[in-house]
């Protein structure tokens, strides 16, 4: 069983880099948003891993998708 209540490092780099896109996406900057439309194909791809459709989601439903996938692997 899994007891550290932390996610493995694979699970982890994805939500962080699913989070920080939102966050470029969501940013008033030119450049970022730049950045933003330039990722957005395999920011999604990732997301769809996990059960994301759309990136337009909560924080809270980006989190609960990616524990769920963990905890469905796990069990």
């Not at 990722?39 to 791809?45: D, F, G, K, T, V």
């Not at 989601?57 to 069990?75: G, M, Q």
Request: proline share 4%; hydrophobic share 40%.
């Amino acid at each position: 069983m899994f007891f550290c209540r932390t996610l493995p490092v694979t699970y982890i780099v994805d939500q962080r880099r699913i989070l920080f896109y939102k966050k470029l996406k969501c940013n008033g900057s030119a450049p970022s948003r730049v950045i933003a439309k330039l990722c957005h194909h395999e920011i999604l791809s990732v997301a769809t891993k996990y059960g994301i459709d759309c990136l337009d989601v909560p924080v809270y439903h980006v989190k609960n998708c990616i524990w769920r996938s963990f905890a469905d692997t796990v069990l």
